[in-house]
């Protein structure tokens, strides 16, 4: 079955993984700061991953359970706990 990739995702190179088409190459990012909890930082790094990925290619691109090589790096600070989400969008 072939999935046709259009507006600014098919500037991006592609390939299947696992039953998705997932960008080959190139990453997304979010952040997050100031959170109460590490949980809470993390999913505010995943919604601003996301929201990004869903205004640049649409919703389809933008869910990050579906996403590849998924990285969350969390820290904890006297102003609340923050987190750095990465990955390769897929849909």
Not at 13 to 23: P, Q
Not at 58 to 75: I, P
Not at 76 to 88: E, L, P, Q, Y
Request: proline content about 1%; glycine content about 12%.
């Amino acid at each position: 079955m072939s999935q046709a990739v259009d507006g600014l995702a098919a500037m991006h190179d592609m390939r299947r993984e696992g039953g998705r088409l997932c960008m080959s190459d190139h990453f997304h990012y979010g952040s997050s700061s100031g959170q109460n909890s590490k949980k809470a930082a993390e999913a505010a790094a995943i919604a601003s991953w996301s929201d990004f990925t869903a205004f640049e290619y649409g919703g389809a691109w933008a869910r990050w359970g579906r996403s590849a090589s998924k990285q969350l790096k969390c820290s904890n600070s006297s102003g609340g706990w923050g987190c750095d989400a990465s990955s390769r969008p897929c849909r």
